[in-house]
């Protein structure tokens, strides 16, 4: 029963919402990587993933990122923009002086594959996805940033709670590789190319050497097994994958570029790079979370209450940082409560809380 106390509050929120100013989105589009608790790869360890995920068909885009610029880099104080990124492997300019510069993508490039970015700019576009776009933190989210030595890597890990991030180096893998034999894959459950096939890909399936040694608009070949696109050359991927030993300050990336061919693009391949740098031939890719129970924020495993007042905060601008739940739920800046994955909590969401208060998971 929802008391009167509640349906007051939830009056307030609602005209909260109906304030907020509305920011330009983007729109990431996703598929959804099913099948759930499947087996690792038998011969390199990796591919086993035990939810239900979203990832992006493609990689991130120049077009997405310069709105991501043009909302958080008038002042650019974390060094989002590359100058590189103008170049003939790039696709976005720069104009104006520090505080009011403006970012645009070079005609006829707008759908390439971001490049010249960081895996700490691809961990910040991630956290302003989180938290909403617009005027959303990139500090705070997915990943603590603030105060990181962008030579040790190996302290950027994900908060609990995350809604978007990078892709992390199983969650890439699997997208990739897997399909189960019983849904026609390979007999190991893997494919040993990203192209659904134990065959080196040809020039007629990905974009990889001596095809035009360049990026292409993401898409321009088939889809694999689960729905994903360019996850074989175009440009390598940032992915969570540390090297081992004493290498704090880099990180993996999986793919494969248009540099790439034979061993370069299979799954057997491991390739690393310093996290802080950017190169010509490297992108990335983001995805999303589906929470196990959607409005149950502290994973207290009841939609109560407490789970209320968190969806209240969802309306008032800015973000206060990390801060531990019940239970070890992170409800540092989350946007969780966008149920529909709008870019906006809004109405819809606030019907959708309410249909689900008082609802055990």
Sequence with gaps: ???????????????????????????????????????????????????????????????????????????????????????????????????SYTYATVPGRENNPVTWVS?????????????????????????????????????????????????????????????????????????????SSNTEPTAAQANILFVVQNTKPVGSYAANFYGTFDMCGNVAEWTTFRPGGTDRASRGISGGS????????????ESFWRASDGWQAIGFRVVQSIPPCAADFDGSGF??????????????????GPDEGANGADWSCLKSADFDASGFVDSDDFVAFIAAFESEC
């Excluded at 961990?123 to 996805?129: G, S, T």
């Excluded at 248009?258 to 391949?269: E, K, M, V």
């Design 1 to 99: 029963m929802i008391t009167a106390s509640f349906v007051r509050a939830s009056t307030l929120v609602a005209a909260a919402c109906f304030s907020a100013s509305a920011w330009a989105q983007i729109t990431i589009p996703t598929v959804t990587i099913g099948n759930p608790g499947n087996a690792r790869d038998w011969y390199t360890g990796a591919g086993a993933v035990n939810y239900v995920y979203n990832i992006g068909t493609t990689e991130v885009t120049n077009a997405q990122y310069v709105a991501f610029l043009n909302a958080k880099a008038a002042t650019d104080t974390y060094g989002l923009y590359d100058t590189n990124m103008a170049s003939f492997f790039g696709g976005i300019v720069r104009s104006g002086a520090p505080g």
């Design 119 to 195: 895996f700490f700019d691809a961990c910040r576009f991630a956290n302003w996805l989180h938290n909403g776009q617009g005027s959303g933190d990139t500090e705070t989210g997915a990943y603590l940033l603030d105060g990181v030595n962008p030579d040790d890597a190996a302290s950027i890990g994900r908060y609990p709670g995350w809604r978007w991030a990078v892709t992390e180096y199983d969650e890439w893998y699997k997208a990739a590789y897997h399909q189960p034999a019983a849904q026609g894959g390979d007999t190991d459950d893997y494919w040993l190319y990203p192209t």
């Design 258 to 269: 248009f540099y790439s061919s034979g061993a370069g693009l299979w799954s057997r391949s």
């Design 303 to 320: 939609v109560d209450s407490d789970d209320f007042i968190f969806f209240a905060t969802q309306f008032e601008p800015g973000c206060t």
